[in-house]
């Protein structure tokens, strides 16, 4: 149980184009999801916390209006890469925090990452 | 904010031998969380702490919850080559569902 999907697993495109990624959670709801970045060699930086129904809270120094986040449901959240750019590129995580008190909402279960490089 | 110091940074050992890792916070966590990284992959959720004091093992895995609230480790017995990986640990505060993160340890496992 517990498992989380990312799609798509590697994006290329051009700078200034927008890109999506999708973030499931295939057997479990969650109520909160999470975006994190890691750039290569270092640990996960959180970008934004996200919770079904309600607009996402970013971290300091985190762009909303180039991050755009979609938490359409207990099972689907998005992030939109607006206008992309070089400096975007990155591996880009997502987590979900289950509803369910046997999963622990203390838990965050991580999907499998997207690998974004704009061009 | 909160920081997590984790050790050792990275590591290579033979194959067979025992792992262990720690990880030290300037605050208290109400949860302590291990994860494994393989390269190109998301974290994978090892083991997880809620009490402290708590000592939860899952196979050759052992984690224990600090008495303090402030520090955790994570053993590996009897080392396997697809041990490798970048080892996370994670906690958080209380009514928190965000989570910090150390920096990682690199495990290298020698056959």
């Known amino acids: 149980g517990a498992v989380v999907s990312q799609h798509p697993s590697r994006v290329i495109c051009k700078s200034g184009t927008s890109v999506k990624i999708e973030c499931r959670s295939l057997d479990f709801q969650a109520t909160t999801m999470f975006w994190y970045r890691q750039f290569p060699k270092q640990s996960l930086m959180l970008m934004a916390t996200?919770?079904?129904?309600?607009?996402?809270?970013?971290e300091q120094g985190v762009e909303k209006d180039k991050f755009l986040i979609n938490h359409a449901s207990l099972t689907l959240s998005t992030l939109t890469v607006t206008s992309a750019h070089p400096e975007d590129s990155s591996f880009y995580i997502c987590?979900?925090?289950?509803?369910?008190?046997?999963?622990?909402?203390?838990?965050?279960?991580f999907g499998p990452g997207t690998r974004l490089t704009v061009l | 904010g909160q920081q997590l110091n984790q050790s050792p940074q990275s590591m290579f050992i033979q194959e067979g031998e025992d792992v262990s890792m720690n990880c030290t916070s300037s605050?208290?966590?109400?949860?302590w969380l291990w994860y494994k990284q393989e390269p190109g992959e998301g974290p994978v959720l090892l083991i997880a702490?809620?009490?402290?004091?708590e000592l939860t093992s899952n196979g050759r895995l052992t984690a224990q919850f600090g008495i303090t609230r402030k520090d955790s480790f994570l053993n590996i017995s009897a080392s396997i080559p697809s041990d490798v990986g970048i080892y996370f640990c994670a906690g958080a505060g209380a009514g928190s569902y965000q989570l910090t993160f150390g920096k990682g340890t690199k495990l290298s496992v020698i056959p």
């Open positions: 996200s919770n079904e129904g309600s607009k996402a809270t970013y």
């Open positions: 987590s979900a925090s289950p509803i369910d008190l046997q999963l622990s909402t203390d838990t965050q279960y």
């Open positions: 605050s208290i966590f109400n949860t």
């Open positions: 702490l809620y009490k402290a004091g």
